[in-house]
T-cell receptor, first 114, second 112 residues
Framework: GQQLNQSPQSMFIQEGEDVSMNCTSSSIFNTWLWYKQDPGEGPVLLIALYKAGELTSNGRLTAQFGITRKDSFLNISASIPSDVGIYFCAGHANSGGSNYKLTFGKGTLLTVNP | NAGVTQTPKFRILKIGQSMTLQCTQDMNHNYMYWYRQDPGMGLKLIYYSVGAGITDKGEVPNGYNVSRSTTEDFPLRLELAAPSQTSVYFC???????????FGNGTRLTVT
């Protein structure tokens, strides 16, 4: 099946720093999604991207759908302690984008030191 | 509006035992899914359902069974628990085929 390479695996940062993580694929994706999982909870959708080159913000979060359609980036500005969690990228490689064809990355564990 | 509710939150099973992980949603979503999450491995789809009475296998269905007798409920059954089924299990639902997934808070299962 499809595979997504997400990096870095983990990050330890100081409060106030900016964060950047990315996801790459060997094949073209038609949708890129970014989820956050708080400790002890299920993932929650942060940002959805549907078009190559698309740049979308959600508060301090900004995500981009790469022009090649094989990558996506998530940036968090001015991190705060509640940003702690696991960030997952996910995407649809097929046209139509059925959820049962959704591929998830392995996640980036973010730790923010106050 | 509780969203997606999973029970139990934690469970320890002995090898060979069986159990049912419960999942219910109150959003009237047609689509429901079961994922497992292993450390450093992301989410893998076990089974999914596009509506009451319809289920289908995902990427890792072996050792599991599901049923969907109502729109609200989508239980996951483990018949003969094995150590390889130690994982965190997430149920999710969505309004449409590619609408955002709404996840429950997970069931942490240990098989020893």
């Amino acid at each position: 099946g499809q595979q997504l390479n997400q990096s870095p695996q983990s990050m330890f940062i100081q409060e106030g720093e900016d964060v950047s993580m990315n996801c790459t694929s060997s094949s073209i994706f038609n949708t890129w999604l970014w989820y956050k999982q708080d400790p002890g909870e299920g993932p929650v959708l942060l940002i959805a991207l549907y078009k190559a080159g698309e740049l979308t913000s959600n508060g301090r979060l900004t995500a981009q759908f790469g022009i090649t359609r094989k990558d996506s980036f998530l940036n968090i500005s001015a991190s705060i302690p509640s940003d702690v969690g696991i960030y997952f990228c996910a995407g649809h490689a097929n046209s139509g984008g059925s959820n049962y064809k959704l591929t998830f990355g392995k996640g980036t564990l973010l730790t923010v030191n106050p | 509006n509780a969203g997606v509710t999973q029970t139990p939150k934690f469970r320890i099973l002995k090898i060979g035992q069986s159990m049912t992980l419960q999942c219910t949603q109150d959003m009237n979503h047609n689509y429901m899914y079961w994922y497992r999450q292993d450390p450093g491995m992301g989410l893998k789809l076990i089974y999914y359902s596009v509506g009451a009475g319809i289920t289908d296998k995902g990427e890792v269905p072996n050792g599991y069974n599901v049923s969907r007798s109502t729109t609200e409920d989508f239980p996951l059954r483990l018949e003969l628990a094995a150590p390889s089924q130690t994982s965190v299990y997430f149920c999710a639902s969505s309004y449409g085929d590619n609408s955002p997934l709404h996840f429950g808070n997970g069931t942490r299962l240990t098989v020893t």
